[in-house]
């Protein structure tokens, strides 16, 4: 029954919010279109789709708020008015109550309240659709004193998720079976990728594992600040890390007032992103302006603090190779490189005109070379390519997702905080120097050097299987041999034949110039 009233309630609000007429417009069957217009009669339809969408996101609760905030990340399968809106989604979630926040802490930790925190804030500082976020202090153990940030998972989040997931499933199949785009949008892919970003962000020691590796690849860099993580009072639905204290990154007058340096803080956040990326392979997928501050500590002025650390994008050397050749192409305006690697990774299907995807790559990219670079939004390029990806049918790679989805907040994120941001130049210079890590003889000796414990193995025992390859196939070797011995002297006889050869024309020629100069003398 719950399943039913659930189904009748998100049918009222699409109804509501006019969506029947966005998604049934799209649908091949001509009844269904009829259906469209008798059930817009009387209803006030003059807001953009994309708003609509939005609003009744937000109506139908945190989990579909959060569904809509990974469906705004595919702008390879939704058109740019929709991306655009979805991408304003905020979790506007309001806090459970500080008794079961309290009982979910005492319950993962096996103590009292009192037996961990010297003090612990029941209101809490923040609050999200999956978990909410208390200020606290450490009364026991190695860092008691230290204040802290204690998360507390939602109750009963994974019963709901599944649920409304469920939901979103069915749905997502008779889309694909009556709608003209359904397969092109994949919309059960969709929901299978958003159910997956659900679930490791309800397992809060995975954020806490996530969050380790990203200080310990961060450390020496000088730029961000990540919060230490705090093992003996991390669970699955309990996180404590310590407290940071900053000025959320969208206060830019604060951030003025304060003496920040704007300019070079959005330089910083470039740096970092690229570092992360290009660098670690290992990098923050939720850079929106809620999970980023600013230091405001003396000892660590103007630095970003990055929180939230649910999700994250990894990049395999497969990956961050073919990201390098393709900048080097790009930079090159070699579009033809472009379309060939884009077939080469299986991106598109292998009977692709090559010439037919460069002349759209090079109508896609070519405009932006002529501008300034300043003026070059990166993110207009992607959204260009994502629209030209649909009649190619591109296959865009989950890990290549989250890259361009935090490309887009990080470029977005550093035109607020300096319009005249050169994200271009800024991030050349840093990428030039990786291609040449990724390609050159540095990557080489790395890669022998990563290699040799295995080459030590080896080396003793090559003896022994040459001896025993040659003892167990000596008749092949036999015949293998001569065929080299004869293929030798070929080569011998012609080595000898262009050494004389040579060395006669040599000696013509000194005794030509001897001639002449005695005939000059």
């Known amino acids: ?46 807001k953009p789709r994309g708003q609509r969408l939005r609003e009744a996101l937000e109506r139908l609760g945190p989990i579909f708020v959060k569904f809509g905030q990974v469906l705004s990340t595919r702008r390879d399968l939704l058109p740019p008015d929709i991306a655009d809106e979805l991408a304003l989604l905020q979790d506007r979630v309001p806090p459970f109550s500080s008794e079961i ?35 606290a202090v450490l009364r026991e153990g190695p860092h008691a004193g230290k204040q802290v940030a204690v998360k507390v998972l939602r109750p009963n989040m994974r019963p709901v998720i599944d649920k409304d997931v469920d939901l979103m499933r069915t749905a997502a199949r008779w889309v694909e079976k009556l709608s003209v785009d359904g397969k092109r949008l994949k919309p059960q892919e969709v929901v299978d990728e958003f159910d997956k970003y659900l679930h490791d962000e309800l397992d809060l020691l995975r954020e806490a594992s996530n969050a380790a590796q ?29 407290r940071m204290n900053g000025v959320p990154i969208n206060q830019f007058q604060t951030l003025r007032d304060k003496g920040v340096d704007i300019p070079r803080l959005a330089r910083d956040g470039v740096t970092i992103f690229f570092t992360q990326v290009f660098r ?23 630095q970003y603090i990055s929180l939230d650390f649910g999700i994250v994008g990894t990049l395999t050397e497969f990956d961050k190779e073919y990201l390098a050749q393709n900048f080097t192409a790009f930079f090159r305006r070699d579009y033809k490189r472009v379309a060939e690697l884009h077939i080469e990774s299986g991106w598109v299907p292998a009977e ?58 990080i470029e977005g994120l550093g035109r607020q905080l300096d319009p005249e941001l050169d994200l271009w130049s800024t991030a050349k210079p840093f990428l030039e120097k ?31 299987l040459v001896h025993d390859y040659l003892r167990d196939r000596p008749d092949d ?26 060395l006669g024309f040599m000696l013509g020629l000194v005794v030509s110039q001897i001639l002449i100069r005695i005939r000059l003398w």
């Open 1 to 46: 029954m719950s399943r039913i009233f659930r189904s009748a309630f998100i049918a009222w609000v699409a109804l509501r919010h006019g969506l029947d007429e966005l998604v049934l417009s799209s649908f091949k069957h001509p009844w269904l279109r009829l259906l469209t217009r008798v059930v817009s009669i009387g209803r006030n339809l003059d």
């Open 477 to 502: 070797v036999r015949a293998e041999m001569r065929a080299l011995l004869k293929e030798q002297r070929r080569t011998n006889k012609l080595l000898y034949g262009l050494i004389f050869s040579g």
């Open 434 to 464: 990786w291609m040449m890590e990724q390609v050159g003889p540095q990557k080489l000796l790395q890669q022998l050097k990563a290699e040799a414990p295995q080459y030590a193995k080896l080396l003793p025992l090559l003896p022994r």
């Open 101 to 135: 926040s309290v009982a979910t802490v005492e319950r993962a930790l096996g103590k009292p309240l009192d037996a961990v925190f010297s003090s612990f804030d029941k209101t809490p500082v923040a609050s999200a659709s999956i978990a909410q976020v208390h200020f």
């Open 214 to 242: 990203l200080r310990r690849n961060m450390a020496g860099l000088d730029l961000v600040l990540i919060p230490e993580m705090y093992w003996d009072y991390c669970r699955d639905d309990v996180l404590v890390m310590e």
């Open 280 to 302: 670690d392979g290992f990098f923050h997928a939720d850079m929106h302006p809620g999970n980023i501050q600013v230091s405001t500590d003396p000892r660590t002025f103007g």
């Open 352 to 409: 692709t005109r090559v010439d037919e995807l460069e002349s759209a790559i090079r109508a896609v990219c070519e405009p932006y070379f002529d501008r300034p670079l300043k003026e070059i939004s990166l993110g207009m390029v992607l959204m260009r390519l994502f629209q030209t990806s649909r009649r190619f049918h591109v296959e865009i790679q989950p890990q290549l997702v989250l890259l361009q989805k935090t490309l887009l907040n």
